[in-house]
């Protein structure tokens, strides 16, 4: 997979570099480059913002350089449309962190991990002129996209998480790709609490069951806990869990937090929050 970022502090990503990343760099898995925007302005002093049209607080990135730095990593370097797209190659995705944008989720991860070039621009300020999303559509699928319901001052710490996200699932990156399958979100669950060696650690015992042996009684044991756990912590996404995928044992769980389950999905009861089970215990 190529990826190329864009951004006005390069130096910010260094941490791409280091860790499983920076591994699947050197290794050739990901081919990953860091470009300063000022790398395309044309004037003395390299700008690449301005007052924003309208008035108001702060300033807006000029379309220029991103226009010229887009074309380029896209490979039409005359800055005319389509020119990765053109001749039949998969259009290049764009990334832009915004917080205006759609909400990155583990399913965003899996979708982009899928992709052969992923280019990400680092808006500052208030933010890119939009009109360079606008023309941007013409040779990339264009995804403004948001970490979360809060605000960063720009998009490098975003695309930090989002490249580490998505790299990491790209085949190859992460050694053991066991350690995928049984994470927190790959089956719309919260993943169950772990533990390691000593079994009695200042008075606390791992659980019983995970010492016995036996294998199924473990994984029931986990499931429930993937269960509680996400009814206690993250309630929204038991609400948009398909209902298929739970079996007789997962039902008794939920129905002892007080969820019922119906054909249409999973509903907290009047119980659910408090009731038997799922105490709300800070961890
Ligand atoms: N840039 C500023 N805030 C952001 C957020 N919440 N997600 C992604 N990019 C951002």
Known sequence: MRIDVISIFPEYLAALDLSLIGKARRDGLLQLQVHDLRGWTTDRHRTVDDTPTGGGAGM????EPWA??????????????????????????LIVPSPAGEVFTQATAYELAGEEHLVFACGRYEGIDERVLEW???QYTVRPMSLGDYVLNGGEVAVLAMVEAVGRLVPGVVGNPE???????????????????????????????????????????????QLRRTARRRPDLLERLDPAVLDKGDRAVL?????SVGVDGLRPGPGAGLGAGNEAVAE
């Open 60 to 63: 807006v990135m000029k379309p």
């Open 68 to 93: 010229q730095a887009l074309a380029d990593v896209a490979g039409a370097a005359d800055g005319l449309p389509g020119g990765a797209a053109a001749d039949g190659a998969r259009r290049p995705v």
């Open 136 to 138: 941007a559509a013409e």
């Open 179 to 225: 350690s995928l399958v049984e994470e927190s979100h790959s089956d719309g669950l919260l993943e169950y609490p772990v533990y390691t060696k000593p079994a009695l650690w200042r008075d606390r015992a791992v659980p019983e069951v995970l010492l016995s042996g036996n294998h199924a009684a473990i994984a029931r044991w986990r499931r429930d806990e």
């Open 255 to 259: 129905a002892a937090l007080g969820w």
